[in-house]
């Protein structure tokens, strides 16, 4: 926050907002008295507090309410005086309006103020979840970026994680059905058991059967509105050195190689099922094999990313929008995606997003 002599800019803004209904009171005050007594234009000074519960919290609000509440007795005691039925009338409306004002003013600010504190706990949660993918992993160059949807309290099931493994990476990206509690705890059991059988050595179909297992015995155990989740996942081997990506795809929106200014969906000829719907076996996933060459960027991401929309409701184009990509660096690719994804939906994502950019530049020498 910019800060100018030791007040900051948005106190400054208040301040000067604070004119307006103050300003209000005082004209009111000045026509009613200047006007003939059968004109009454009191109940005008309601709009100075209600005013004020705009931009300003409910001990301001109350004091200006007060304040009006004042106007309106000198106003009667000055024109008409106090014990007349209009003028008592109107002091009474004006009281009730301001104090209402003032406690939904004050609701609201203890509502903003709770909503604050889950929306930390909840970045926390995720925070510990979504450990920070390196930006190298052998030769592989990793860039990501996690976009949190705004209006949304609640943490999303948005999940990724990246492994080194002999002769390359092994990645993992997901988005679990429903958002809470619930499924940040799939989400969790699924990384833990990405990573726990990462490291084993085991063929591709053998792991993403394992991830299977783990969410489909995690779900089992949940309470009943649970148990129609489920999670869309990927799962990705990079070797070092073939110029190829090996990948399973259980559900999940394609991965997009850019490759020249072109772009292409990585689409699997035989797609498996969601992770956690029934048990699974290593024979009901197979992989396969697409070219990965060294001046070519992956881009994996959640459906958060595609289905964002703008004013009129369209979807984001996002094969559309990467057209004519050349670049090779993918720190550069998830600048621009996250620009404009957020300048299209104005600022305000409907679900969570995560995006991850993959390239593996040629060797040059020992490194």
Not at 145 to 167: K, N, S, T
Not at 200 to 216: C, D, E, Y
Request: proline share 7%.
């Amino acid at each position: 926050m910019r800060v100018q002599h030791g007040v900051p800019a948005g106190r400054r803004l208040r301040h000067g907002l604070l004119a307006l209904p103050l300003a209000l009171i005082a004209g009111v005050t000045v026509l009613d008295l200047g006007a003939p007594t059968s004109v009454h234009l009191g109940p005008f000074l309601v709009a100075a507090p209600a005013l004020t519960a705009s931009f300003a919290g409910a001990r301001t609000t109350g004091a200006v309410g007060a304040l009006a509440v004042a106007a309106q007795v000198l106003i009667g005691a000055l024109h008409g005086g106090l014990t007349t039925a209009n003028h008592e009338a109107q002091i009474a409306a004006l009281v009730v309006l301001s104090v209402l004002v003032t406690l939904f003013r004050y609701a609201r600010d203890r509502h903003q103020r709770q909503l604050g504190r889950v929306r930390q706990v909840a970045a926390a949660a995720q925070q510990v979840l979504l450990w920070p993918l390196p930006r190298r992993m052998g030769r592989l160059r990793i860039e990501s970026v996690y976009l949190a949807a705004e209006a949304e309290a609640e943490i999303g099931g948005d999940l990724y994680a990246a492994v080194p493994v002999p002769g390359g990476a092994r990645l993992v990206i997901g988005d679990v059905r429903g958002k809470g509690l619930a499924a940040i705890g799939e989400a969790a059991a699924l990384i833990g058991a990405f990573r726990g059988s990462a490291y084993r050595n085991l063929p591709l179909p053998a792991v993403v059967a394992h991830l299977g297992s783990s969410v489909h015995w995690t779900m089992a155990n949940a309470p009943e509105e649970d148990l129609e989740s489920f999670i869309t996942a990927l799962v990705l081997d990079i070797p070092d050195d073939g110029p190829c990506v090996e990948l399973v795809n259980c559900g999940h929106p394609p991965p997009l190689l850019l490759r020249r200014g072109e772009v292409r969906a990585l689409e699997v000829a035989e797609p498996s099922v969601p992770l956690g719907l029934g048990a699974p076996d290593e024979s009901d996933y197979t992989a396969e094999r697409f070219a990965f060459g060294p001046d070519d960027v992956l881009l994996l991401y959640t459906d958060g990313v595609i289905e964002a929309r703008d004013r009129s409701g369209a979807f984001y184009p996002l094969a559309e929008r990467l057209a004519g990509w050349n670049e090779p660096d993918p720190a550069a690719l998830v600048r621009r995606l996250r620009d404009d994804l957020l300048r299209y939906a104005g600022g305000d994502l409907g679900d969570d997003a995560a995006v991850i950019a993959l390239s593996r530049p040629a060797r040059t020498g020992p490194e």
